[in-house]
């Protein structure tokens, strides 16, 4: 009970509800737009929907951005592989295939970036993790059944 | 095993972000996340001469025109509320997976928006994966 209301006092708790919504509302516009319009014109839309984000934050650090290479490299590489990753999402809707399944097929993406970290930046393995895999194979199983 | 196309397309979605979740990683390394989501844009925008679809765009109505970039108009918002939940003292491990379960709102509206219907044993299957995302984050 205390947890409950600790989680309510806490602004995270709300930031994090504010993210679950607009991700939620994201994925059925993604949806109800792609019935019309094809996944590439759908991609290059969503972008210029991104645009004002980024400008507010810019403007918010005044311009100011660290200059490391390294950070800038991998988060260009993010926005060209999420943009990969967010056409193939709208070929899934665009196909009129069920909105409920692909969404929550899409939404497996976590078991990749566990595999990639444990491989790739040797974190340790967590007992619950493969849990998780299990339950990520059986639901894709079933999808594709 | 007969997989539809639109489990093909998930596959290659579930692919790509997969690796964008070590990416954002590295790159919260060196930058900070609100640059992050900003060099993120400038990712986007390069992908932008390859799907410019000229004036036929004009052709598709105007509502399903403002779904798509109300879409990322949201995502990017979404993003930056995950930022801020993160700075704001919310752990990473409690903050990923509650955040991880924004396909529930679709769930709940599907029923309510679109005329579609899911057979029990896929139901069960979404449960698995709502379970798997949950742990997986975790």
Redesign the interface.
């Given at each position: 009970m205390s947890l409950l209301k600790q989680m309510r006092n806490?602004?995270?708790?709300w930031?994090?509800m504010?993210?679950?919504?607009?991700?939620?509302?994201?994925?059925?516009?993604?949806?109800?737009?792609s019935?019309?319009?094809p996944p590439?014109?759908?991609?290059?839309?969503?972008?210029?929907?991104?645009?004002?984000?980024?400008l507010v934050?810019?403007i918010?650090?005044r311009g100011k951005?660290?200059k490391?290479p390294?950070?800038?490299a991998?988060?260009?590489?993010?926005?060209?592989?999420?943009?990969?990753?967010?056409?193939?999402?709208f070929?899934?809707?665009h196909?009129n295939?069920?909105?409920?399944?692909?969404?929550?097929?899409?939404?497996?993406?976590?078991?990749?970036?566990?595999?990639?970290?444990i491989t790739?930046?040797r974190e340790r393995f967590r007992p619950?993790?493969a849990?998780?895999?299990?339950?990520?194979a059986?639901?894709?199983?079933?999808?594709?059944? | 095993m007969h997989i539809p196309p639109w489990l093909w397309y998930s596959i290659l979605t579930v692919l790509a972000w997969g690796v964008v979740g070590i990416l954002q990683k590295l790159s919260t390394n060196y930058i900070s996340a609100e640059s992050s989501l900003i060099w993120l844009v400038v990712g986007f925008l390069l992908l932008e001469p390859f799907f410019y679809p000229g004036p036929a765009v004009l052709h598709y109505t105007k509502l399903n025109l403002t779904y798509a970039i109300v879409s990322g108009l949201l995502n990017a918002l979404g993003a930056w509320a995950l930022f801020a939940a993160l700075k704001g003292g919310g752990k990473a491990s409690i903050v990923a997976p509650l955040t991880a379960l924004y396909p529930v709102v679709v769930i709940v509206l599907v029923p309510l928006i679109l005329h579609e219907s899911v057979s029990r044993l896929q139901w069960a299957g979404v449960a698995c994966s709502l379970i798997a995302v949950v742990l997986l984050s975790a």
């Open positions: 806490a602004s995270w708790f930031y994090s504010i993210c679950v919504l607009c991700w939620g509302a994201w994925a059925l516009l993604s949806k109800l737009g019935q019309e319009i590439d014109t759908m991609q290059f839309l969503f972008t210029i929907g991104t645009v004002p984000v980024g934050l810019l918010a650090r951005l660290e490391s390294r950070g800038i991998y988060g260009i590489l993010n926005g060209v592989l999420s943009g990969i990753g967010g056409l193939a999402l070929a899934a809707y196909t295939g069920n909105t409920t399944l692909i969404t929550a097929a899409a939404a497996l993406y976590p078991m990749i970036t566990v595999v990639l970290a790739i930046l619950i993790q849990l998780g895999l299990f339950f990520a059986i639901a894709i199983v079933i999808f594709s059944l | -």
